[in-house]
């Protein structure tokens, strides 16, 4: 089950036989309204149960056997996942107010695991009817005239569940319906009779849940055809007006800035909405984690052993951090947390290529690998205008350096480095081509003097393979150099930091420089 973005995954994470229309797994199901009436589906419990309400049931009946609501959801259980229970409770059509990439899309569509398995609808509506209670002037004729008779079928939850990007070119027609006149003139009907009507996405989602992203883009117009109809059933269709007492629960999500700004939202539809729900990116780095690997692709089809350093996914995960804390980058899009998910995809190829090209067993990531996907991070983020005087690209490789440097100081807090500063100092540097393998870098690695002892605090053991120590140790220096305590360049490799006037460092001492300017807070 993913998070935030498209997984295509059971909604409650348990297995479902998929839907065959009314084919030989919906045997058991009545099949006409007279079946109908004598089942469990009876008139008295089915007619009146909103959508709504039949949430609301659901919903308390898994909260009794303590059912895992939101699967896949982290960092929400005492934010925002509340609040969505509160208002589903007190059925509420709600919005979902955050910057991209905070899971709403997700948790809209996991709202389907609150409804029903299956529920009946005339067979043939093009809008779900309630076989109670019909909306649509076909079905109420044809109910008429068969009766008992009227042929039932049967909707699984996932089909309830409609979704609309909103933009500014949305139509009235889209979104609610349009009359068809040539349909009218044929059948010899006035314009406004309802079954001239071609339904749009909102009345196909009748005894559904309709979701609007990005709600503040929808035109005025649009926005008073939705409040009409959530407010009395009725809405006008070029001039028409036309009754649709639609079953449905609103669901929205919006960036809070569009949507509190004034005249972006009609306000009589805002006051419709029960709920304003606000989202936020992960709390901490550790819940970042998470939810990145539950996302990301890293369990790999290749031969070969896959790993990735628990420091290694740290810096990722700091990378958007730093980029949701920078200047720089513009706050009023947010930071996804889509960037740490593809650039750990994007590490691991790096490592992948590097191994099989190399003709390697395992596939390492190092912090070299976090480099080279920095193309996976430029997409991610909008510039200000300072950030883009500066690129994409050097902006891109400043965060990693400080992503860098603040993780190091996590696993090296107390940890004296001079002896590895000053082999620099007397002259040593490092320059590995970029092809060399794990044991070739291992053994310039090696040279350097207590380099290695300290690779244990970051998991890395002497008998471990070259690949893993390598990995390790690039990382203290990389580490170094993001205190500046060495010099980097990509025609020398590691080198001495320029001598200024002598001073002791400790890396959690910032010595200038935009770098250390981020520390724990
Ligand atoms: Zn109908």
């Not at 909103?166 to 349009?178: F, H, K, L, S």
């Amino acid at each position: 089950m993913t998070f935030l973005y498209n997984g295509q995954e059971s909604f409650d994470g348990k297995r479902r036989t998929p839907f065959r229309g009314s084919g030989d797994r919906m045997s058991g199901y009545p099949k006409t309204l007279g079946e109908l009436r004598r089942s469990q589906w009876s008139e008295e419990r089915i007619a009146n149960r909103t959508v709504r309400q039949e949430i609301r049931e659901n919903l308390l009946q898994q909260m009794e056997k303590d059912d895992d609501l939101f699967p896949g959801v982290h960092g929400y259980d005492d934010t925002v996942i509340p609040q969505i229970i509160n208002a589903l409770l007190s059925r509420h059509h709600f919005i979902l107010l955050g910057l991209r990439g905070q899971a709403k899309s997700r948790i809209l569509r996991g709202l389907v695991a609150f409804l029903d398995p299956q529920i009946p609808y005339v067979a043939g509506c093009e809008i779900n009817d309630n076989p109670y209670r019909p909306l649509c002037r076909a079905c109420r004729d044809r109910i008429e005239l068969e009766g008992d008779a009227t042929a039932i079928a049967w909707m699984p939850r996932e089909q309830r569940y409609v979704e609309k990007l909103a933009t500014p070119d949305v139509t009235i027609a889209d979104m609610i319906g349009d009359v068809d006149p040539i349909k009218a003139a044929r059948g010899g009907r006035n314009l406004s009779d309802e079954l001239n009507i071609h339904y749009g996405l909102l009345p196909r989602a009748n005894r559904g849940i309709f979701g609007i992203n990005e709600l503040p883009d929808l035109a005025g117009k649009i926005q008073v055809g939705l409040f009409n109809i959530m407010q009395e059933g009725d809405v006008q269709i070029k001039g028409y007006p036309v009754r649709l007492a639609l079953d449905v629960l609103m669901v929205f999500t919006a960036n809070p800035e569009d949507y509190t700004a004034r005249g972006k939202i009609i306000t009589p539809l805002k006051d419709r909405i029960g709920s304003e729900i606000r989202t936020h990116y992960p709390a901490t780095v550790g819940e970042g984690m998470s939810i990145t690997q539950q996302e990301a692709w890293t369990s790999r089809d290749g031969k070969r052993r896959v790993e990735i350093p628990g420091y290694v996914r740290e810096i990722v995960e700091e990378v958007a951090f730093q980029a949701r804390e920078d200047k720089r980058v513009d706050r009023r899009s947010g930071v996804s947390q889509r960037l740490p998910i593809s650039t750990i995809e994007n590490v691991l190829s790096s490592a992948e290529q590097r191994s099989v090209r190399g003709h390697e067993s395992a596939v390492v990531a190092r912090v070299g690998d976090i480099y080279a996907a920095i193309p996976s991070m430029t997409g991610k983020f909008e510039l200000e205008y300072e950030g883009e005087i500066k690129g994409a690209d050097n902006i891109a490789r400043e965060l990693i350096r400080a992503a860098v440097g603040k993780t190091f100081n996590k696993y090296f807090a107390n940890v004296n480095f001079q002896p590895v500063v000053q082999w620099f100092e007397i002259g040593g540097e490092l320059k590995v081509p970029d092809n060399a393998s794990s044991s070739e870098l291992l053994a310039q690695l090696k040279k350097i003097q207590g380099l290695l002892e300290h690779i244990e605090a970051l998991g890395a053991k002497p008998k471990d393979d070259a690949a893993i120590q390598a990995a390790a140790a690039e990382f203290i220096l990389e580490g170094l150099w993001a205190h500046k305590r060495i010099s980097r360049s990509e025609e020398r490799g590691f080198f001495a930091e320029a001598r200024k006037a002598s001073e002791p460092r400790d890396p959690r001492e910032p010595t200038g420089g935009r770098m250390p300017r981020r520390q724990f807070n």
